[in-house]
């Protein structure tokens, strides 16, 4: 079965989670806070139901600018992301900071998804698509599919998921591969401790070993689920808990890593290329300190420039990163 992900992206209270929860029938706001506040602050999972034999997964993401490193933990493992904009606001500082992830991230199909059209009257709605096609001139969205969704139209927008997910490829499922960035570790009774991640690369099967990283310790998988139901194996591209054995939820923390053993290497290095979003008004100068995301990590870095004393907005730079 191909196993998809789909992603939200877009300013706070534009409406992603409602738009999710008419798609899924899932309400991804599942902490009293979100619901109390009408934000999203953790990541939420739904699954989109459909006759096509594709298991769609849907990571919805927060968009107040305080949850960025939660949007990320959620976005970089997609096929396919809505950009959801509300027509009564437009394109908003999280909107476009959010579209700046998007292209660093180099995904490649997207549907832009027009809310609260029925606040707005067509003169101002057209101003506002004009906004848009200016933000994504020039990007993987510059010819995306379009829609002003409304209760009477969003079995069409899942007719357009579908359309663009069949053209998703099928990503490398050999279990040596497997690798699952933690973003959730909880108990539940009877089962013991539950991880939950997407699963980027590989496979895994009750009853194998995997390793968690950094520690580089052994652990049994005792179990299986996407999406509420028993598996027997988790493939590439699924939303997917592990019940493990001999651990507390203590000793695991989000951030970590699940793979196959002896799969990665710990390196308090790393040497990258830097690109500064156009749209920044900051300068990242030699020896400056950053936060570093990958996975749903996030960690403090020293940016040592390797051929540039600074770079600025649009600009590049090889640089080596040393970890704490």
């Given at each position: 079965m191909q196993n998809v992900i789909v992603g939200t992206a877009g300013h706070v209270d534009h409406g992603k989670t409602c738009l999710i929860k008419a798609l899924t029938g899932t309400d991804t706001d599942r902490l009293k806070e979100e619901q109390k506040r009408g934000i999203t602050i953790e990541l939420g999972f739904a699954n989109l139901p459909n006759d096509a034999g594709i298991h769609i997964g849907i990571i919805?993401?927060?968009?107040?600018?305080?949850?960025?490193?939660?949007?990320?933990?959620?976005?970089?493992?997609?096929?396919?992301?809505?950009?959801?904009?509300?027509?009564?606001?437009?394109?908003?500082?999280q909107t476009v900071e959010h579209f700046e992830i998007l292209k660093m991230l180099h995904i490649r199909q997207g549907i832009i998804v027009f809310t609260k059209a029925d606040l707005v009257d067509e003169d101002w709605a057209e101003m506002v698509e004009e906004d848009v096609s200016a933000l994504v001139e020039g990007s993987f969205l510059e010819n995306a599919d379009r829609i002003r969704v409304s209760a009477q139209n969003i079995d069409v927008l899942k007719k357009m998921i579908l359309d663009k997910v069949r053209s998703v490829g099928m990503r490398r499922s050999e279990p040596e591969l497997f690798r699952l960035p933690i973003d959730r570790v909880f108990t539940m009774e009877g089962f013991g401790t539950v991880v939950t991640g997407t699963l980027l690369e590989g496979s895994c099967r009750?009853?194998?070993?995997?390793?968690?990283?950094?520690?580089?310790?052994?652990?049994?998988?005792?179990?299986?689920?996407?999406?509420?139901?028993?598996?027997?194996?988790?493939?590439?591209?699924?939303?997917?808990?592990?019940?493990?054995?001999?651990?507390?939820?203590?000793?695991?923390?989000?951030?970590?890593?699940?793979?196959?053993?002896?799969?990665?290497?710990?390196?308090?290095?790393?040497?990258?290329?830097?690109?500064?979003?156009?749209t920044t008004d900051r300068l990242l100068k030699n020896g400056d300190r950053i936060h570093f995301n990958y996975g749903s990590a996030q960690t403090i870095a020293k940016a040592v420039l390797l051929d540039k004393d600074s770079i600025g907005a649009g600009e590049s730079a090889f640089v080596q990163l040393r970890f704490d």
């Amino acid at each position: 079965m191909q196993n998809v992900i789909v992603g939200t992206a877009g300013h706070v209270d534009h409406g992603k989670t409602c738009l999710i929860k008419a798609l899924t029938g899932t309400d991804t706001d599942r902490l009293k806070e979100e619901q109390k506040r009408g934000i999203t602050i953790e990541l939420g999972f739904a699954n989109l139901p459909n006759d096509a034999g594709i298991h769609i997964g849907i990571i919805d993401v927060p968009g107040h600018e305080k949850f960025v490193k939660n949007m990320l933990a959620g976005i970089g493992g997609i096929d396919l992301v809505l950009l959801v904009i509300a027509l009564d606001e437009g394109v908003m500082p999280q909107t476009v900071e959010h579209f700046e992830i998007l292209k660093m991230l180099h995904i490649r199909q997207g549907i832009i998804v027009f809310t609260k059209a029925d606040l707005v009257d067509e003169d101002w709605a057209e101003m506002v698509e004009e906004d848009v096609s200016a933000l994504v001139e020039g990007s993987f969205l510059e010819n995306a599919d379009r829609i002003r969704v409304s209760a009477q139209n969003i079995d069409v927008l899942k007719k357009m998921i579908l359309d663009k997910v069949r053209s998703v490829g099928m990503r490398r499922s050999e279990p040596e591969l497997f690798r699952l960035p933690i973003d959730r570790v909880f108990t539940m009774e009877g089962f013991g401790t539950v991880v939950t991640g997407t699963l980027l690369e590989g496979s895994c099967r009750a009853g194998e070993e995997v390793m968690v990283y950094p520690e580089e310790r052994i652990l049994k998988i005792r179990g299986i689920q996407s999406h509420g139901s028993k598996e027997e194996a988790a493939y590439a591209g699924q939303r997917t808990a592990i019940k493990l054995s001999n651990i507390k939820k203590e000793e695991l923390s989000r951030g970590e890593v699940l793979a196959a053993p002896g799969s990665l290497t710990n390196s308090t290095f790393l040497d990258v290329k830097i690109s500064l979003f156009k749209t920044t008004d900051r300068l990242l100068k030699n020896g400056d300190r950053i936060h570093f995301n990958y996975g749903s990590a996030q960690t403090i870095a020293k940016a040592v420039l390797l051929d540039k004393d600074s770079i600025g907005a649009g600009e590049s730079a090889f640089v080596q990163l040393r970890f704490d």
